[in-house]
């Protein structure tokens, strides 16, 4: 298990090449002079076979208990079985979410504002069934400096888009 915090760190560990495609263009859109802005960020840039596998999370505030998935794409979706777009991260409204890789990592980049990476075995109980996953979780900010969107996306290692029906709960 490795999980890492911080723009050269991160990089260096990300394996998935789509993942790595995400951060690469994340770079671009002006991480690497700062801070990448939200206005610069445009997914219909990224490599189409990157979209299903992206997921977006807004933040109004920075608490994890604010945030809402504004984008979950449909590997995601596939891969825990159910369509959770819209939903704000809580256990009332997804079940057992606070348990998640996904909220440990928003957590540590809503405290440092820095992107994140996780590769282990996952902990959210609608993933449990596969033996690995790699993550990428990375700030996009608005033009006065605050931290409105968490951009990021998964790779669960042997999972086969299609194998699982899913629904919005």
């Not at 990224?46 to 809402?68: F, K, N, T």
Request: aromatic share 8%; proline share 7%; charged share 20%.
């Amino acid at each position: 298990m490795s999980q890492a915090t911080g723009q050269s760190s991160v990089k260096a560990l990300v394996q998935h090449p789509l993942l790595k495609e995400l951060y690469e263009y994340w770079e671009r859109a002006g991480a690497s002079g700062g801070r990448a802005l939200k206005s610069k960020f445009d997914p219909v840039d990224l490599p189409a076979a990157l979209w299903p596998r992206l997921h977006m999370i807004d933040v109004p505030e920075r608490r994890v208990g604010s945030c809402r998935n504004r984008l979950l794409g449909t590997y995601v979706v596939d891969a825990v079985g159910k369509d959770f777009t819209g939903r704000r991260l809580v256990d009332d409204e997804i079940p057992s979410v606070s348990t998640s890789i996904t909220y440990r990592l928003l957590q540590q980049l809503l405290a440092s504002a820095q992107p994140q990476h996780y590769l282990g075995p996952p902990s959210f109980e609608l993933s449990n069934r596969f033996a690995a996953h790699e993550q990428i979780l990375l700030p996009l900010f608005d033009g006065a400096g605050a931290l409105v969107v968490a951009v990021g996306a998964l790779d669960y290692q042997g999972f086969e888009p299609g194998l699982f029906d899913h629904k919005r709960d």
